[in-house]
């Protein structure tokens, strides 16, 4: 009993300091829809957090500039001083007057292991760490058990990941292959011998659900091995990957997650809303860049692959696609609410030092009001209906990590928009493997799938299919699955249906119509 007491407190002390601000600012988000505050009001507190936005893009861009305009971000700066306050008065009124957004907003809920086990299925382990300086700590929850692992590391975590696919680059898996091969297969089944393996007879057989903590949120687990191969000769097909043996899928916290499991369905009218942009350099050919290595990063080139892409996937789902000068940010804005599935094919620019405009690439609208970026402050103050969102872009998961609250990526808007389940990449992606695994992944999905498992088999197909340099788990380990992993109930198309039912149907009233005439008999339509 004293050691579940003593896990239990530690893992409460690992859960506080993960991603407290995104659910402390989800908890005000639904406080305010949830709380009885008349409309009215909640658009004036709607329109306040818009301003502030514009104020605050306003003032970023002006610092940003060559020569910044102290008059114009004097003034910018006192305006936005305004914005907060009323908008921090408007708050309070809503604190004392509506008890139930007070309640809901501060509602600091930390889940035990024991909670957690009740809402496992009977083949998922749900795995979360605490990092501090060189001390792991590692809990296990399955159903039949809970589990602790403390575990003094022997190298500093940098000196570790250094191996893996998140810090390699095409230009040496290309040109320096073997030494690479290397130190991926040494880092990655060193860490595996560290994050996995003290849980191994627990976790044999199932699906995993891992919250990491600090630089172990840039690893991507499927891609650690299990067995450490011979290294005489590059052979990335035949590896032992944790692929092999796991579903896995992630959460910023096990507060998150459950509260992604728990989430209300919105009422989209359509399944899939896909946008490719493709072409950010309209002088380029569009097919200059099809070669084998383009990356969807922060270099503007056009990406061909992605037309191939977004057209495969809505012949999969018969959805909604985007494609070229109609893959804005305008549509999007004005879409997105609709969709139960949205799935954005495109480059991602990361922002460290302001996590906020970190964004996403669409095609630029001549004479409007949209940049054509799509940035994490605007998701913040948008309301999404979707299932899950894929962010097939570079580093859609990657950002400044900030202790105590994680890594600060461009996912993290999304999550609060209300999208329960997200598809994102921790590095910069290649535009033709990319490819490839979406079009697999819906195809899995449409068979009815969990989106985990979807997404393992989508990476199993590419391994099998590649050549042995493009078989590496740089090119298919980026993209993760966060949150809800349950299959998507896609609407069924009834038109092949109702098609072959037609004939039978014009049979029945020719005959109805010759007894009538041959006999008098009445029919239905009579």
């Not at 610092?63 to 700066?77: G, M």
């Not at 792991?136 to 940098?158: E, M, R």
């Not at 650690?224 to 916290?253: C, E, F, M, T, W």
Request: charged letters at 20%.
């Amino acid at each position: 009993t004293g050691d579940i007491l003593y896990a239990e407190h530690a893992f409460s002390v690992a859960e506080r300091s993960k991603a407290g601000l995104l659910y402390e600012q989800i908890r005000e988000n639904e406080a305010r829809q949830y709380a009885g505050i008349p409309d009215s009001l909640l658009q004036i507190e709607a329109t306040l957090r818009r301003e502030i936005a514009s104020f605050q893009k306003l003032i970023h861009d002006e610092q940003k500039a060559e020569d910044p305009d102290s008059l114009k971000l004097s003034n910018w700066e006192m305006r936005l001083l305004k914005l907060q306050t009323r908008q921090d008065q408007l708050v309070l009124s809503f604190e004392k007057f509506y008890p139930d957004y007070y309640e809901y907003k501060y509602e600091n809920r930390i889940f035990s292991m024991q909670e957690i086990q009740q809402r496992l299925g009977a083949s998922e382990a749900f795995l979360e760490y605490f990092l501090s300086d060189s001390l792991l700590v590692s809990f296990c929850v399955t159903p039949h058990g809970i589990h602790a692992h403390q575990q003094i590391l022997q190298k500093p975590i940098d000196q570790l990941i250094a191996g893996l696919p998140n810090r390699q680059d095409l230009s040496t898996i290309i040109n320096n292959p073997l030494q690479l091969y290397r130190n991926y297969a040494h880092s990655a089944n060193e860490l595996y011998s560290i994050l996995l393996r003290p849980f191994k007879e627990q976790i044999k057989g199932k699906d995993l659900v891992i919250v990491p903590d600090g630089q172990l949120g840039y690893i991507s687990f499927e891609s650690l091995l299990a067995a450490l191969p011979s290294l005489q000769k590059v052979d990335y097909r035949n590896l032992h990957y944790v692929l092999r043996d796991h579903s896995i899928s992630y959460g910023y916290s096990a507060a998150l997650l459950i509260k992604a499991m728990d989430r209300q369905p919105g009422h989209p009218r359509g399944d899939l809303l896909a946008f490719a942009p493709a072409v950010f350099d309209p002088s380029a050919p569009l097919s200059a860049n099809a070669s084998r290595y383009a990356t969807r990063g922060d270099e503007l080139v056009n990406l061909p692959q992605t037309l191939y892409e977004v057209a495969s996937i809505g012949k999969i789902l018969k959805g909604k696609v985007l494609m070229q000068e109609q893959a804005t940010e305008s549509m999007f804005k004005a879409l997105a609410q609709s969709y139960r599935i949205l799935h954005i094919a495109t480059h991602g620019l990361v922002d460290n030092e302001h996590p906020m405009y970190s964004r996403l690439a669409f095609y630029r609208e001549p004479d409007q009001y949209e940049d054509g970026y799509l940035n994490t402050y605007e998701l913040f103050n948008m309301k999404l209906n979707a299932e899950m969102a894929v962010l097939s872009a570079c580093n859609t998961g990657f950002g400044k990590h900030v202790k105590g609250e994680g890594l600060m990526t461009l996912a993290r808007g999304f999550m609060y928009s209300g999208v329960p389940s997200l598809v994102i990449s921790l590095w910069k992606v290649e535009d033709r493997s990319t490819a490839s695994i979406m079009e697999s992944f819906y195809q899995y999905l449409k068979e009815g799938m969990p989106k985990d498992e979807a997404l393992r088999q989508a990476k199993l197909d590419y391994i099998t299919s590649a050549g042995n340099l493009a078989a590496s788990p740089y090119f298919w380990s980026s993209f993760i699955a966060i949150g809800d992993t349950q299959p998507i109930e896609l609407r069924q198309d009834v038109r092949p249906f109702y098609l072959a039912l037609g004939p039978a149907i014009l049979l029945i009233l020719l005959s109805m119509a010759l007894l009538r005439r041959r006999y008098g008999v009445p029919g239905v339509l009579m």
